[in-house]
């Protein structure tokens, strides 16, 4: 599977939601000036993103974006799923169980792509937004204390 420009934007800017979590909504401005994403786009996957249940958004002069959860609860495949659709890297493993393939039972590759969508679901659904948040703030301190990681 790969995850399309709507998959990593969106995670890009769940991230900006986590960072700023508990600090009011954010401006999809600020979201949007952040990540050098367009608002335009940014105003699309926000609305899917709100359609899921994963953020709301608050009109006025101090509105904008928030988490409707705590980073801690949001997990990366939560947001890919509202986003992408199922994780499964061939439609006739879809974990919805609706295959339309007359070799589904036969096909000799079939548990190799189950194995590989349960391996990608299992590293989206154990990071959460925190845990990215908490990485690039690792990171961060990394590179300002000039150490080095080879």
């Known amino acids: 599977m ?6 990593g934007y969106g995670i890009r800017a769940m991230y900006e939601l986590a960072m700023a979590h508990g600090q009011g909504p954010i401006p999809l401005k600020t979201v949007a000036a952040r990540q050098a ?3 335009n786009y940014l105003e699309q996957l926000m609305r899917t993103l709100r ?3 994963l953020v709301k958004g608050v009109r006025g ?3 904008g974006y928030e988490l409707v959860s705590s980073p801690e609860k949001i997990r990366v495949g939560d947001v890919i799923r509202a986003l992408e659709g199922p994780i499964s890297p061939v439609s006739c493993v879809d974990q919805d169980g609706a ?3 007359e070799r589904h ?3 000799p ?5 189950e194995r590989l969508r349960d391996s990608m679901t299992e590293v989206l659904d154990s990071t959460t937004l925190a845990d990215l948040c908490q990485q690039a703030l690792e ?3 990394s590179k300002n204390s000039g150490e080095c990681h080879s």
């Open 99 to 101: 295959s339309d393939c």
């Open 139 to 141: 990171r961060q301190a």
């Open 109 to 113: 590759t079939r548990d190799l792509w």
């Open 105 to 107: 039972e036969l096909c």
């Open 37 to 39: 994403i367009s608002e």
């Open 51 to 53: 359609r899921a249940g």
């Open 2 to 7: 790969r995850i399309s420009t709507k998959g």
């Open 61 to 63: 002069a101090r509105g």
